[in-house]
Each structure stands twice: as C-alpha cells, then as structure tokens.
C-alpha cells in the first residue's frame, strides 16, 4: 500500500524559509514532486524530481524552491527560501510511476494529507 507522509510546513514571516519532507512508503517511483493548493484555488504543480535527479519547476517559484530526494530513505524534500504571502497553501507530495512530465500533466497517483504553508505579510 503506497503512502504519502509530507511534513513540515508552518507559519513564517514574509522573505522566511521551510523545508518540506515527504516520506514515500509502499513503492518506488521515477517522477516525484510537490504541488500545492491555496484556498479557492485548484492544486497546482510546483516542482518535481526524477530518479537520476532531473529537475522541474514552475515558473512561480524557479530560484526560490528547490527540490530533492534521497533514494536511500525515500523520501522527497523541498527547500522552500524568500517565501511571499501568494505561497500560502496547502503542499502536496506527488508520484508518478512513469516521470515528471506524465507527473505535471496527469497529477499524483497518490495524494497524502498535505502540509500547510502559511506566509504573514
């Protein structure tokens, strides 16, 4: 039974930082990533990983996010700097059994329970 466990989010001042975890359980994947979900607003796509570390991430954050994973551990992080109050959202660990690209088109095969992200102006 694969399952998502994301960690680490919080309420920080405008310009902070937070590192997001995922642990991923139950099956190994070759796309994984983070989107997230403002209040009112559908989930989008933020950044994604593959196996040998290829990289994506959407224009909104580029420079700021930076996504990464560790194999050994299975688990997915996201170093999130210079946050602004248009990321407050709920963040989600995604995995997609094929890639990034079918990640960032088609959505996660699974979902966990997200974190929240909360950036004060």
């Known amino acids: 039974q694969v399952q998502l466990a994301e960690s680490g989010g919080g309420l920080v001042q405008t310009g902070g930082s937070l590192r997001l975890s995922c642990v991923i359980s139950?099956?190994?994947?070759?796309?994984m990533g983070w989107f997230r979900q403002a209040l009112g607003k559908q989930r989008e796509f933020v950044a994604g990983i593959n196996s040998v570390g290829e990289t994506r991430y959407s224009d909104s954050v580029k420079d700021r996010f930076t996504i990464s994973n560790d194999a050994a551990k299975n688990t997915v992080n996201l170093q999130i700097n210079s946050l602004k109050p248009e990321d407050t959202a709920i963040y989600y660990c995604?995995?997609?059994?094929?890639?990034?690209?079918?990640?960032?088109?088609?959505?996660?095969?699974?979902w966990g329970q997200g974190t929240q992200v909360t950036v004060s102006s």
């Open positions: 995604g995995v997609d059994r094929n890639n990034i690209l079918s990640l960032m088109r088609y959505g996660s095969d699974y």
């Open positions: 139950g099956n190994r994947f070759n796309g």
